[in-house]
């Protein structure tokens, strides 16, 4: 292996999901599908759904839940990253909502990279440690894609759930590499809303719920993972054998079982929550890294690919030394 130049580690994770689940049986008695349908395209048989609920407070609790899984106080994070695609307030930013819920004061930053922004996150976070700007580092993952579909199509809003993520991160040496990718490409999966009309700009009528190439993303899916898995092991001179875990972004166990058939590896080493999660973007990876930890899966130094890919087109993969 080669040597390790990264400088943080993971200190504590968190997660929180709304309490209305849907089943994929209740779907069916409002579109036009079913559960068999859905459970052998997809995976999935039920997910958590926003209601009245706020994505907010769903982020703030995720965030307390990973606080006080690292032992430390809101006082003692000096840096917060969001990861968010929608949330009811387009202004302020969603880490600005939940650092008032927290009573977090330290800088913070809203990203969107769709699904892959855990992985983004990481490497912002990265770099604020390599310029020995940080010491403890949060990052929240929140995201409600299920009210970006348009729920006449049965093709998108199927697949999605809600729900949210939370590390705390501090000095050390977990991450052992980091590959990020982009390959623009707006036809595949994308949401346009509709800007306030102005004496200058009288508006179009382009509300659209989100849009997608299903076939089209299951492929750029399977090829960016397993290319970057593949990419990342020759990097960091880590042969298959070394390789704990491989948590990737729950979108469809399809994605990921196609991933796994290409990189040879035994399903023990995937572990999944999309049957009852479906795909919740950037809070995915997060929520199943959070599960697989606390259900005492991970043993000290097991080594962990995290791999998540979405709209953009992005991806981004990591190493992780438990
Ligand atoms: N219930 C029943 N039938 C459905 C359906 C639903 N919810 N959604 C689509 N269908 C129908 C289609 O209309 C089509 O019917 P037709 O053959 O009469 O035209 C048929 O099922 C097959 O559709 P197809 O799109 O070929 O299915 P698929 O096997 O490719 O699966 C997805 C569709 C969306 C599940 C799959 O392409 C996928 O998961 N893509 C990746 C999506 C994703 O992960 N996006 C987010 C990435 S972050």
């Known amino acids: 292996m080669q040597d390790n130049t990264f400088c943080m580690r993971f200190l504590g994770t968190g997660s929180a999901l709304p309490e209305r689940v849907v089943t994929n049986d209740e779907l069916a008695t409002i579109l036009d599908t079913s559960d068999k349908w859905i459970t052998q395209r997809t995976g999935i048989r039920s997910r958590h759904v926003l209601t009245d609920e706020h994505l907010e407070d769903l982020a703030a609790l995720a965030a307390g839940r990973a606080l006080e899984d690292a032992g430390l106080d809101p006082g003692e994070i000096d840096y917060f990253i969001c990861s968010n695609v929608v949330d009811d307030y387009p202004t302020p930013s969603l880490c600005s909502l939940v650092s008032e819920r927290l009573g977090l004061t330290c800088p913070c930053i809203d990203i969107n990279c769709a699904c ?15 310029a020995g700007k940080a010491r403890n580092i949060l990052i929240v993952c929140a995201d409600a894609p299920t009210r970006m579909c348009d729920w006449r199509d049965r093709s ?11 590390v705390v991160l501090g000095p050390g040496d977990n991450i052992r590499a980091i590959k990020l990718t982009s390959k623009p490409d707006m036809q595949k999966l994308w949401q346009r809303s509709r800007q306030m009309p102005t004496p200058f700009y009288k508006g179009e009528d382009v509300d659209t719920g ?15 993972c397993s290319a970057d898995v593949q990419a990342l092991l020759a990097e960091t001179g880590l042969g298959k054998e070394d390789i704990s875990y491989y948590l990737i972004h729950q979108a469809n166990q399809r994605i990921t079982d196609a991933i796994r058939r290409f990189l040879d590896e035994p399903e023990w080493k995937f572990p999944s929550n999309i049957s009852d999660h479906g795909n919740s973007s950037s809070a995915s990876c997060t929520i199943l890294l959070d599960e697989c930890r ?10 962990i ?11 981004g993969t990591a190493v992780v030394q438990w």
């Open 156 to 166: 998108t809003s199927v697949l999605f759930g809600d729900g949210a993520g939370a």
């Open 210 to 224: 989100l849009q997608m190439a299903g076939g089209e993303v299951f492929r750029y899916a399977v090829d960016t």
């Open 116 to 130: 892959a922004g855990f992985v983004y996150a990481l490497d912002i976070a990265e770099c604020r440690y390599e």
């Open 294 to 303: 606390r259900s005492g899966l991970f043993e000290r130094g097991d080594i």
């Open 305 to 315: 690919v995290l791999s998540a890919f979405g709209a953009g087109l992005l991806s």
